[in-house]
């Protein structure tokens, strides 16, 4: 290279810099107006959405880190679709493009995908995609009943949503006519038009900048970058084959999943031939969803700083056998797909442990426990429906403790209590850590927790269970750790909910939730006794669960016994 | 001026006490006008009264003038922030709800970082067998669901004792609707334990969302203690040493308060530093007559930008302190107090600068701080740091770094840059220090062009107003990157802080939360509610300023129902009409289509929260010394010449180097050009000119688009 050459080269690749990070800015700002403008509370307060932006051939460049993993890689898939139906060439200023198919999209009904191409000096340059979760698409609701996705709502197959700037007010009417909430969805269904506006306008700003006329140069540079950075990180662990199951409640039966990650050279590819066959109920977890929860799996472990993008998500690939419950065919129910594809992650650690024994988590609580519920109000004529999450344990990590009550793999969080108060008449009587729920191990698993709720009015109110798993099948722990507390779905009045259907609570009884721990890591015995002391003291860890769990025995002030413990500690050993 | 003085010679002092430095600004009457001087001493973390005391005999000596010629001492503090993040505070305790005794600890339940599997929640400040439960429930609508179980509360007394709490935080659900269980627990504690620190959830920040209220009610009450102790020893000091005047504290919403406000609520004060420097940069907008300005601080590890529209920064109430991990939000503690709101990025003198896994550079958050600070600092740094770069590309001097204070290795900046960057991308020379500054400077640029869409502004046509060591070698490139056209570096940049403490108003903002629908709320329960809020904000604020006239800001929080996002829509003043109220709709769906680009027609809206801030007035144009006529242009010579890197030129350009205190009123040059201080310099880009005004402002304006 010349000295004449080396300034524009080191020049040009210092902008190529500038862009990518300025277009991981762009993203993010699409993201935070649709956060700012959303309707449902499972997307403002719990942060449900996603946002991108794609080249012309729908190859994701950069996406939002706001937003939750089953967005953020089914979303990659997401543009091409559109594309496929609606070809570049097609498309006009003005245009924007709109579907809820779950196989086509983020793997259920509830979940709308948005799509804008972006035009510079009247050419198309790129295309913004952006999702969050409706509060409503009519159907059956926020539940697992259906025996079909046609029982779950209204589907838009791959259509125009606006046609050169105008509204496709058909489409608008028809979907209005069958949820039960029409005006809140029609706004968030133009949350997401507005940030994917958002997004267009600041990428045209940048183009004019950087005197871009095309994405091509910058695109092959973002994606071949985050290529060879992933699979940098891939090689980085023996290759071979890794296999692990996982055994869940499921709704009419037990399911296994049955995972082998195979780390070759060209990335990590997962499979999950040997899995149960899809469910009856709407707990069915489409590819493009169990695709999502597989890369974001592998990711966390393998190439955890590696950005998202086509680049990079192309060395994380899936595959299941068509008829599993992780890849189930059209019409499928699958609403409660989450109960199935959150536990990938914890079932692909199971697989990485085996190459990285002390680079995965145990396995924790999974699956997020979306509470439906719905009633009526005495002075209303119209009734209530609304949403919360409740959030079990994160598995114990090989040197720490798990995170209590926080979701994991979801990057969905808590509603505030008071905010869904402040919308229905339901009263929050308890939210709190739950004793003894997390594992025991040297590192303890996180600690699941119990929620109470029932009806201020005396009325009685429905709660889907549509998603409470591991009420059967708790969280393993690793190396020894012992495995996290079972779920329990019950009435304040005694009898026990087993089912994953609709509840009702009935007036002046409350429900009692028991959200699962998680499992913890290494063997208990060998756990600090000091901090067995101070759980117990926190009233985290009981004192029966410290003698019984970790072979701590208690002085009655709290203190450890040394010698008690050493002594006892030494009998479980050589017992 | 703001606070009535006495003296003579109208003595006005403000003392800000930061991490490293407390600075000192005097401003006092001369035959010629209005007088200042500054002082800078090193901060003394144990007891920092005694680098007050002596950074206040400096400032005293300089000008001349004794303790009785001081008629109002205005005091900032990192105190309360620095407690925080260190952790040590009272031993504090939290009195709630039965049943949500882990509110705390649980937080938002969700990862602030998805894919690091090795993350920790931040730790409450208060632990698990100090919270305690009580029975009681208030529903949102204020009903009473359960009592509150006031022997429960009794039974705490004992508690509380043996296990020495210094203070108490007590938060329950719904209180933000109705505090009155709030307000029994207390009068049943005090009762029995009459010197025990107490904060209610509902008085420090009463907002719906339990989580955050709660946190913000455990911060207050865990510096209370501490800050209270200090305030006191430090109005003892100041009064031993003949300084009994006044003495004000400055809020992290812009606003100055008594010391009976601060000690009550001390968390109000964290920020002060950053909000001085926004009250300065409003005071230089009206000076100069620029409507939209953004304000831009940068220092050794963060850099800073407020919004401020016709001399009013952006407010807000949400802020979170004590981040750690990566700056990100949500691994800190969320406050709702009022703050002066500011987009802070990890991007200072100090941060280091590294190459990731896709081989791209990336600069902070994490930085060198001063041990061993930048690799040129020559205390055994082997890290690149942004002012490594900006000391190869010439844009700092290496002798007059500081003020001469620390003195610069060229050569070991260049070997760290290149061992660091160079190397491992293959860039040549100059070419990893170009970079380097070329992506911290994106990144400023991103962050404040985001924070300008968050709130509907367009930064183009924002006026870019920098102070703080960092903040003038960085603007003009900034300025270029945003189509911003005028840049303004103020005199004094250095002490920033203390001189903006001297600008600033008496006043108090209060909050309430009333969830209401628009349609249902009647005008008598607005003007009833404000009336109320009027007279709790008028509490605080006349005892500061007894007989002044007070200025009334108002303003409610709207949504479209079911959203969870407000924006902030004003009051007219006095009581409230039917009429007005009729025109709060269309004045919302207005303020969210500039916003957002659409509006929900058919979607009702709601009011959340109403807000009452109370000040004496700001009369900007009389707060400091007078800006004399602009001279008549002149072209001074340089005083000397440097290599100074150019992006577009793709290297070294001859660059004119002018020393800033030589410069004369009226002087105006060309950019390119380096305009030297003790504290910073000012760099010209090629295309903007520079000029001095009549009061020593450096303004740069394009040349040509």
């Not at chain 2, 009334?552 to 407000?566: F, L």
Request: with cysteine.
């Amino acid at each position: 290279m010349t000295a004449a050459d080396a300034k524009p080269n080191a020049l040009a690749e210092i902008q190529r810099q500038v862009m990518w990070n300025r277009l991981i800015a762009v993203v993010e700002e699409q993201a935070q107006v649709l956060l700012r403008t959303a309707f449902g509370a499972v997307t403002r307060e719990a942060g449900d959405l996603s946002a991108g932006v794609y080249d012309l051939q729908g190859r994701m460049l950069a996406q939002a880190v706001t937003g939750t993993p089953g967005h953020v890689n089914t979303m990659a898939m997401a543009a091409a679709h559109f594309l496929t139906r609606f070809p570049i060439e097609t498309m006009q200023p003005g245009d924007v493009f709109a579907t809820n198919d779950p196989w086509m999209g983020t793997g259920h009904l509830f979940d709308f995908v948005v799509l804008t191409p972006a035009f510079r000096n009247g050419r198309p340059v790129a295309l913004f995609a952006s999702t969050c979760h409706l509060i409503d698409v009519g159907g059956v609701g926020f539940s697992a009943d259906a025996t079909s996705v046609f029982e779950e709502g209204i589907c838009v197959p791959h259509m125009k949503l606006m046609d050169g700037g105008h509204p496709n007010e058909v489409l608008f009417e028809i979907l209005a006519t069958n949820v039960r909430n029409p005006v809140e969805v029609r706004g968030d269904i133009m949350s997401l038009v507005a940030c994917n506006e958002a997004g267009c306008i600041r990428l045209v700003e940048m183009m004019n900048e950087f005197a871009l006329s095309n994405l091509d140069e910058l695109g092959g540079y973002i994606l071949e970058n985050s290529r060879t950075a992933a699979l940098a990180a891939v090689a980085k662990i023996d290759p071979g084959t890794y296999r692990h199951n996982m055994t869940l409640d499921g709704y009419e039966e037990p399911v296994t999943l049955m995972a082998a990650v195979t780390i070759g050279p060209d990335g990590a590819h997962v499979d999950y031939d040997g899995s149960s066959a899809m469910s009856r109920y709407g707990i069915n977890s489409p590819i493009c969803y169990s695709d999502a929860y597989t890369g974001f799996g592998l990711k966390c472990i393998i190439a955890p700083d590696v950005p998202n993008n086509a680049g990079s998500l192309a060395v994380f690939t899936t595959s299941a056998p068509e008829g599993t419950i992780v890849n189930p065919p059209r019409p499928a129910p699958v609403t409660a797909r989450h109960v199935i594809g959150q536990m990938l992650p914890d079932l692909i650690f199971g697989c990485l442990h085996q190459a990285l024994p002390d680079g995965v988590p145990a396995e924790g609580a999974g699956s997020i426990w979306v509470l439906a519920m719905a009633g009526d109000f005495d002075d209303r004529n119209a009734g209530f429906n609304v949403m919360s999450v409740s959030v079990g344990g994160v598995g114990a990590r090989p040197h720490k403790d798990g995170l209590s009550s926080t979701a994991f793999p979801s990057g969905v969080g808590a509603i505030p209590v008071e905010v869904t108060e402040a919308a229905c008449p339901l009263v929050f009587w308890r939210r709190e850590l739950l004793p003894d729920s997390g594992g025991p191990g040297q590192f303890r698993g996180g600690l699941g927790q119990i929620v109470e709720i029932g009806n201020s009015e005396a009325r009685d109110f429905t709660l889907s269970a549509a998603t409470f798993d591991r009420l059967r099948f708790a969280a393993r722990g690793r190396d020894g750790g012992a495995e996290g507390s079972l779920g329990s779905v019950a009435l304040k009045s005694g009898p026990q909910f087993t089912t994953k259907s609709t509840h009702t609570i009935p007036a002046g009884d409350r429900v009692v939730l028991e959200i699962p721990g998680a499992g913890g890591f290494g063997a208990a015995v060998t756990r600090d006794p000091q901090r067995v002391a101070a759980e117990v003291a926190e009233g985290l860890v009981t004192r029966d669960a410290a003698r019984d769990a970790y072979a701590v025995v208690l002085t009655a002030e709290g203190a450890v016994d040394a010698l008690e413990t050493d002594q006892l500690r030494a009998s479980r050993s050589s017992g | 001026m703001n606070v009535t003085t006495k003296p003579a010679r109208q003595g006005r002092l403000a003392v800000d006490i930061g991490g490293t430095f407390t600075d000192v600004a005097l401003e006092f009457a001369e035959a010629s006008g209005t007088a200042r001087v500054t002082a800078k001493v090193l901060t003394t973390p144990r007891s920092p009264e005694e680098g007050v005391m002596r950074g206040v005999a400096e400032a005293l000596q300089q000008a001349g003038l004794t303790a009785a010629d001081i008629g109002v001492i205005i005091h900032g503090t990192t105190l309360a922030t620095n407690a925080l993040i260190e952790r040590k505070g009272a031993k504090t305790a939290f009195i709630t709800t039965e049943g949500f005794r882990d509110v705390l600890e649980t937080g938002y339940e969700k990862r602030f970082e998805h894919y690091d599997v090795n993350i920790d929640k931040p730790t409450p400040l208060v632990a698990r067998p100090h919270r305690f439960p009580v029975p009681e429930r208030m529903s949102a609508r204020g009903e009473v669901l359960l009592p509150l179980d006031e022997d429960a509360v009794r039974g705490l007394v004992p508690v509380l004792e043996g296990q020495e709490i210094a203070s108490v935080a007590v938060g329950y659900l719904h209180s933000y609707v109705d505090d009155r269980h709030e307000r029994r627990t207390r009068d049943i504690l005090t009762a029995a334990m009459p010197n025990l620190s107490i904060t209610l959830s509902a008085e420090v920040g009463p907002e719906i969302r339990e989580y955050e209220r709660f946190s913000t009610a455990c911060a207050n009450a865990y510096v209370q203690p501490l800050m209270s102790r200090y305030l006191r020893r430090l109005a003892e000091l100041l009064a031993a040493e003949g300084l009994a005047c006044p003495l004000f504290l400055m809020m992290s919403g812009g606003g100055l308060t008594t010391l009976d406000t601060a000690t009550r609520f001390p968390i109000r004060l964290v920020e002060s530093g950053p909000a001085g420097g926004a009250i300065l940069a409003s005071h230089v907008a009206a000076q100069g007559g620029f409507s939209e300005v953004v304000a831009f601080d940068m220092g050794g590890t963060t850099a800073k930008l407020c919004l401020i529209t016709d001399s009013t920064p952006e407010k807000s109430r949400r802020f979170e302190v004590a981040r750690m991990y990566r700056d990100l939000k949500g691994s800190g503690l969320p406050l709702r107090i009022p703050v002066i709101e500011m987009v802070e990025i990890g991007a200072g003198g100090g941060s280091i600068a590294r190459v990731d896994a896709m081989r791209r550079i990336a600069v902070g958050p994490d930085s060198a701080g001063s041990e061993p600070g930048p690799a040129c600092y020559k205390r055994g740094g082997k890290t690149a740091t942004v002012t490594d770069a900006n000391l190869v590309l010439g844009k700092i001097h290496a002798d007059r770094f500081a003020g001469g204070q620390i003195a610069l290795d060229p050569g070991l900046a260049a070997a760290a840059l290149r061992d660091n960057v160079g190397v491992p991308l293959g860039l040549e020379g100059i070419w990893a220090a170009a970079g380097i500054v070329e992506i911290v400077e994106e990144n400023m640029a991103n962050a404040a062009r985001v924070h300008a869409i968050e709130r509907g502004k367009v930064i183009s046509r924002h006026t870019m107003i920098a102070f703080g060591g960092g903040a003038p070698l960085h603007a003009g490139r900034l300025a270029d990157k945003l189509g911003i056209d005028r840049v303004v570096v103020p005199l004094g940049a250095g002490v920033g802080s203390a001189i903006g403490f001297l600008r600033a108003p008496i006043s108090y903002e209060v909050v309430r939360s009333r969830h209401i629908l628009l349609d249902d709320l009647k005008v008598e329960t607005a003007n009833a509610l404000l009336a109320e809020m009027r007279e709790a904000a008028e509490a605080v604020v006349r005892p500061g300023a007894p007989g002044a006239a007070l200025e009334e800001a108002r303003s409610v929080e709207m949504r479209y129902v079911g959203q969870g996002h407000e924006l902030p829509i004003p009051l007219p003043a006095g009581a409230l009409t039917p009429s007005d109220m009729a025109g709060l709709k269309g004045q919302y769906e207005a303020r969210y289509a500039e916003q957002y680009g659409l509006s929900v027609p058919d979607m009702p809206v709601e009011i959340l929260t109403w807000s009452t801030t109370l000040s004496t007035p700001q009369q900007l144009h009389q707060g400091g010394p007078p800006s004399p006529a602009v001279p008549a242009a002149s072209t001074p010579d340089p005083s000397g010449w440097r290599d100074l890197f150019d992006t577009q030129a793709g290297g070294m350009v001859r660059t004119a180097v002018f020393w800033r205190p030589d410069l004369p009123l009226g002087a105006v040059l060309r950019g390119p050009a380096v305009i030297m201080e003790n504290e910073t310099a000012t760099v010209v880009p090629a295309t903007f000119d520079a000029a001095i005004d009549g009061s020593g402002t450096i303004i740069l304006e394009r040349r040509e688009r």
